[in-house]
């Protein structure tokens, strides 16, 4: 009876160490393997910021090549729908506008888009020197040209693009005052740039 009597006590043992484990288990094992996955599943699983789509331009300068400008134009449009915060799309609008559409106000516009919109430096910097361009060059305004790169020195205040303005600004203050215009600033041409070059000038 001895023998019987310890067994029941070491099976009633077993049951409530087993009992306690689950009850362990439940309150400190499941969060911890919750937890555990959801950080393996970071390993694989890419980020809203990695994996968005980048915009797609080659139909667009298909388009282009085609001497379809217009088309171009429209083309850069539903890149523009479907990528709002793209800066660069309007600046090749800007671009086509000039120099094959004849639409100096379409490209104006487009440019004013690119600036109000561009959130990097590279970006902010880009557009506001083709808007200065436009002022400068095509349209003769070197006061709207100034007045654009003051705006930069605003946007990018104790930035290394505040003496580059500041240096255009001087250059266009002595083409107000009748001295020699200086030399066209030469044109970005456009060229297939790698992701993460696009990424940083996009602001992704």
Known sequence: ???????GEAMITVGIVAIVGIILFIIFGL??????GERAGGLYTPSN??????P????????????R????VEE??????????????????????VEKLNDVELAELELMSAYAKATTEDATVMAAGRLADLYQNTLQNPTQ???????????????????GAQQRIDALERVK??????????????????EETLRRRRGY
């Open 56 to 67: 797609e331009y080659s139909t667009a300068e298909a388009r282009v090549k085609a001497g």
């Open 177 to 194: 005052a009748g001295h020699t215009v200086p030399a066209v600033p030469a044109k970005i041409a456009f060229r297939p740039t790698d």
């Open 76 to 97: 850069y449009r539903q890149v523009i729908a479907q990528h709002p915060e793209d800066v660069y799309a309007h600046i090749r609008i800007a671009e086509l506008a």
């Open 145 to 163: 040209a100034i007045a654009v790169m003051r705006q930069l020195q605003s946007r990018l205040p104790e930035t290394k693009h505040v003496l």
């Open 49 to 54: 910021d990695s994996s968005r789509v980048m």
């Open 31 to 36: 969060p911890l393997i919750r937890r555990l």
């Open 1 to 7: 009876m001895n023998y019987v009597g310890a067994f």
């Open 69 to 72: 400008y217009a088309e171009a």
